[in-house]
């Protein structure tokens, strides 16, 4: 879930890809420099390597289901070129 007003930061990983179906709300989703907006019931596929953010700009929460698409599912492979919450 995104609250609204909320964001992910700006990310790509190294051995995994990523589909994210929206189950409520409308996702704001950046890939590369592309920009688009996926509605409830609409899906996205983020290929590895992919620079990628998602935000929520809406009036409600934005929930979500964050699919992998590898075999791979650890987190170590998160490279964060803008981080918001200031991870370690």
Not at 19 to 35: K, Y
Not at 38 to 59: D, Q, W
Not at 65 to 77: A, F, M, N, R, V
Request: no cysteine; charged share 25%; hydrophobic share 35%.
């Amino acid at each position: 879930m995104v609250r609204p007003g909320g964001t992910l930061s700006l990310q790509r990983h190294l051995h995994r890809a990523a589909h994210w179906v929206v189950v409520r709300g409308t996702a704001e989703v950046t890939m590369g420099t592309e920009t688009r907006h996926v509605h409830e019931n609409e899906s996205v596929y983020i290929p590895i390597g992919t620079v990628h953010r998602l935000a929520n700009h809406g009036k409600i929460p934005l929930e979500l289901i964050e699919g992998p698409t590898e075999s791979y599912l650890g987190e170590d492979d998160i490279i964060r070129l803008e981080d918001v919450y200031r991870h370690l």
